[in-house]
């Protein structure tokens, strides 16, 4: 069940978004118009974030517990390609390919995560189109790293 972000939380937000790389393109402005649209999720341990091959509707940020990155190989073979905690954020990639989920990520513990709905991020797109050249080039490093796994 979708949360309300507190004071504290969105302070938190707000610094961790000074440093994520996806984020150093914006003003304070539209860093905190994000973190406004954003709300608090959690999940049990297994729990299933989203799916590979699924289509793209949130990117999260993880505020507490830990969560696994898993690539599929062939058609039985499963990879773990990294373990994410608090800081973390993942998910936008596909915002900006407009492509399917290239992996899935699951709850490795308890996981409380804030959600970024994509249509949030695309309206930032739409205004900002530095912002949206920063994240291609961003996007692409990315997607080179992913296939060579």
Do not use: H
Request: hydrophobic share 40%.
């Amino acid at each position: 069940m979708a949360e309300e972000i507190d004071k504290k939380e969105f302070a938190w937000i707000s610094e961790v978004f000074k440093k994520v790389e996806v984020f150093t393109g914006l003003s304070y402005n539209e860093r905190e118009a994000l973190i406004e649209e954003m709300y608090k999720l959690s999940y049990k341990p297994q729990d299933t974030i989203f799916k590979e091959g699924d289509a793209p509707n949130a990117c999260f940020l993880i505020y507490t517990g830990k969560a696994k990155v898993i690539k599929n190989k062939m058609l039985v073979l499963k990879k773990e390609v990294s373990t994410l905690g608090p800081g973390s954020f993942f998910g936008e990639m596909a915002f900006l390919t407009y492509a399917p989920r290239v992996a899935t990520v699951t709850a490795e513990t308890n996981l409380t995560c804030f959600v970024l709905l994509k249509s949030t991020f695309q309206q930032l797109l739409k205004k900002n189109s530095a912002f949206k050249s920063w994240l291609e080039t961003l996007s692409a490093k990315r997607m080179v790293k992913l296939e060579s796994i």
